[in-house]
C-alpha cells in the first residue's frame, strides 16, 4: 500500500517545539522517533544527522528545513515534522531563520524501498512554495499529513 | 525550447527530488518541454530515453556529486550546477539556460 502512514502519523508531528536552536529542534524530533521505536539510539541517530549537515545546506529557504541521518541507529525510515514560534539560526540559501524543520530517519539497509520512495515524495511536496506556506501556519496534523503526501 | 537533464545530490534522498520538481515547474511556467532523470539513493527513475537526448536543445545537470551516464549528452550544450541553485533559483536558472540555447 502506498500511504504516508509508513513513514509519519500524528505522533511525529510537533506544531510546538520548545527548541531554541537547531540543535535542540534536531533532539526533540529525534526523541520522538525515538518514542515511536523508529530509532534506536538517538545518540548515534544524531550524530549521523551532522555528518549530513557536514556536507551542506539543509535549508530548503522559506523557513523551512530538512536535515536528515541515513543511520545504523534507525529501525524504520520515517519523517518527523516539528515547528517552533522560535526563529532558529540554520544554514539556508535565502539565510532566513527555520522555523519549520521535517527531520528524515533513513534505514542504512534501506535501498530501493517503498518506505525510501515516500521520502522523494514528500521531498516532491515541498518543491511547491504554497506548501511551504501552509506548514508554517496550519494548526491542522492532518493537514500537514495530507500537505505533505499530495505526491502520492 | 526542449532541455534534458539530471537531479542528484550528496544523500539522494531529498535534494534530488526537490531540484527535479523545482526546475520542472520553472520550465513549464517558461513554455518549454523538459524531461529530467534523478540519481537517488533509490537508483536511477524518471531515465532519459535515447529520442528525448537526441531532441534536446540543452542539458542541465543540476548534481552535486559524480554522475552516471554523463556520455550520452557528448555534444550537447550543457550547463551543470548544484542541485541548490534549482532549488532555490530555478527561474532564473531558466533564464540562463534560454540565453545559452541562443549562442
Given at each position: 500500500m502506498v500511504d504516508i502512514a509508513n513513514i509519519l502519523n500524528?505522533?511525529?508531528?510537533?506544531?510546538?517545539?520548545?527548541?531554541?536552536t537547531k540543535e535542540e529542534a534536531i533532539q526533540e524530533l529525534t526523541e520522538c522517533l525515538y518514542k515511536e521505536g523508529y530509532v534506536s539510539n538517538p545518540t548515534v541517530f544524531i550524530q549521523d544527522v551532522y555528518l549530513r549537515e557536514s556536507e551542506g545546506k539543509t535549508g530548503l529557504g522559506q523557513h523551512i528545513a530538512i536535515p536528515h541521518g541515513k543511520s545504523d541507529a534507525v529501525q524504520v525510515t520515517s519523517i518527523a515534522f516539528g515547528r517552533t514560534e522560535n526563529k532558529l539560526a540554520w544554514e539556508t540559501p535565502d539565510d532566513e531563520p527555520v522555523q519549520v524543520v521535517i527531520l528524515f530517519a533513513v534505514r542504512?539497509?534501506?535501498?530501493?524501498?517503498l518506505h525510501l520512495k515516500l521520502l522523494a515524495q514528500v521531498a516532491m511536496a515541498l518543491a511547491d512554495d504554497d506548501t511551504l506556506a501552509r506548514l508554517l501556519v496550519t494548526k491542522d496534523k492532518s493537514e500537514v499529513i495530507r500537505l505533505l503526501s499530495q505526491r502520492m | 525550447m526542449k532541455i534534458v537533464g539530471i537531479t542528484a545530490c550528496?544523500?539522494?534522498?531529498?535534494h534530488t527530488y526537490i531540484a527535479r520538481e523545482k526546475l520542472i515547474k520553472a520550465a513549464e511556467k517558461a513554455g518549454h518541454a523538459i524531461h529530467l532523470e534523478t540519481q537517488g539513493t533509490i537508483g536511477t527513475e524518471y531515465e532519459l530515453t535515447g529520442e528525448q537526448i537526441a531532441e534536446a536543445d540543452l542539458v542541465v545537470l543540476a548534481v552535486d556529486i559524480k554522475i552516471k551516464?554523463?556520455?550520452?549528452?557528448?555534444g550537447k550544450k550543457m550547463i551543470e550546477v548544484p542541485t541548490e541553485v534549482a532549488i532555490h533559483s530555478s527561474n532564473a536558472l531558466l533564464k540562463k539556460l534560454e540565453e545559452i540555447a541562443k549562442k
Open positions: 500524528e505522533n511525529l508531528i510537533q506544531l510546538n517545539m520548545q527548541a531554541r542504512n539497509a534501506d535501498t530501493a524501498t | 550528496v544523500a539522494g534522498i531529498a551516464g554523463k556520455e550520452r549528452f557528448a
